[in-house]
């Protein structure tokens, strides 16, 4: 379908770009990171090797990245955003043929002496087609089902290889952020609670599709002594550390826990307990604040933008950065199942830091871009939100 763009205000210079970018928004994103440092710092004995010095060469990259694509104008990712789509589908495609494999599961493909993990691109890649897509559909059209048959296919599509790897986090966390955009653009709450009426409806039959430690992590998180030198290990050793920081913590790089290496994955996954161990409650609630902070700033962001691409792209973005806290967070503490769901920023890895600073450069783009009026199709409501 064909966009009219209105071109009332021009393009903005290179250095009119830098001079409208939100610095204070760029400063908010590099304070997590940093805290990621120190605790990679920490998790290596006060080593920057093999870690933390990583970490920093990853972000140095990702934060160029995220630079990049804030200052190229929002219509140009508008027009790339299905070939955006397509090329992260192609190295889905990839990972299944070719694919490297590690701690049992085919998730990364390498390009040169890269390996990069196509299913942390795609959750970006995704909220980009979709934030395209509903903004060429008209208001009249929004209510209607056969309008998302084309979204729901290009959520379940990605849905369907990711299972495969298998990571059953990255497969949960797509079908979360691409239904939030599917709500935001309008469709009615009925309808999402008839999808996920399916979708619980359809767990008998995917519970015979799960892999052995898979239905072990389900189980382990209904009944974590079930199991505590096997398949509860991890969580039981999590909540121990995440109690024994009490409010100020055992102090940096005294948590015994995570250096005694009674705690598993303290540089991935369990990255926030060794937190919480070291920095205590005061350190573990100061991290979540700097991650609210992110998300109010970056729904604001999105709020101010006077076209609808804009806005669907950006909170689609603050919406996956919150699942990701969510879901990480949640799982450390008992309250989720183990499934492998990094922090964001903090995490050790390079896929998952690469998608999200890529995203918040489109939440930046956005706010370059916010007085940008954008047409769609007739019978559109004028753009919302404020001046």
Not at 235 to 245: R, T
Request: proline letters at 5%.
């Amino acid at each position: 379908m064909t966009l009219a763009i209105n071109q009332e205000r021009p393009g903005f210079s290179l250095l009119e770009r830098v001079l409208h970018m939100n610095w204070a928004f760029v400063l908010l994103v590099c304070c997590p990171a940093f805290v990621g440092f120190l605790m990679l710092y920490s998790a290596a004995g006060g080593n920057i090797d093999p870690w933390a010095k990583s970490q920093m060469m990853r972000f140095g990259v990702g934060f160029c990245l995220m630079l990049t694509v804030a200052l190229i104008d929002l219509r140009f990712w508008m027009r790339a955003a299905y070939w955006c789509y397509g090329l992260a589908f192609i190295m889905l495609v990839a990972v299944e043929l070719l694919g490297a494999t590690a701690m049992g599961a085919q998730r990364w493909v390498a390009i040169g002496p890269v390996q990069l993990q196509p299913s942390e691109l795609m959750k970006i890649a995704l909220i980009l087609a979709l934030a395209r897509y509903f903004h060429g559909v008209s208001f009249e059209d929004i209510g209607r089902i056969r309008v998302f048959v084309l979204p729901l296919l290009l959520i379940l599509l990605p849905v369907a290889l990711v299972l495969r790897q298998p990571d059953l986090g990255t497969a949960i966390l797509l079908v979360l952020g691409g239904a939030s955009v599917l709500f935001l653009a309008g469709m009615r709450l009925w309808k999402l609670g008839l999808a996920a009426a399916g979708v619980i409806g359809a767990v008998p039959v995917a519970w015979q599709f799960l892999r052995d430690y898979q239905k072990s992590r389900v189980l382990t998180f209904l009944d974590p002594g079930s199991d505590p030198l096997g398949a509860g290990y991890h969580i039981l050793q999590s909540k121990i550390a995440l109690g024994s920081g009490g409010v100020f913590g055992k102090g940096f790089m005294q948590g015994s826990q995570a250096h005694l290496n009674f705690l598993p994955e303290k540089q991935t996954d369990f990255i926030f307990t060794m937190l919480a161990e070291e920095l205590g409650l005061v350190g573990a609630l100061g991290t979540l604040v700097l991650y609210l902070a992110i998300i109010f700033f970056g729904t604001i962001i999105a709020l101010r933008s006077h076209n609808q691409f804009g806005r669907l792209l950006a909170l689609g973005v603050v919406v996956t950065f919150f699942l990701y806290v969510f879901v990480n967070v949640g799982m450390v503490m008992g309250l989720m199942p183990v499934v492998g769901v990094p922090l964001p920023l903090i995490s050790y890895g390079g896929s998952a830091m690469l998608s999200l600073l890529t995203g918040f450069g489109f939440v930046l783009n956005v706010w370059i871009y916010r007085d940008l009026r954008i047409g769609r199709r007739a019978g559109s409501p004028p753009p919302r939100g404020p001046s």
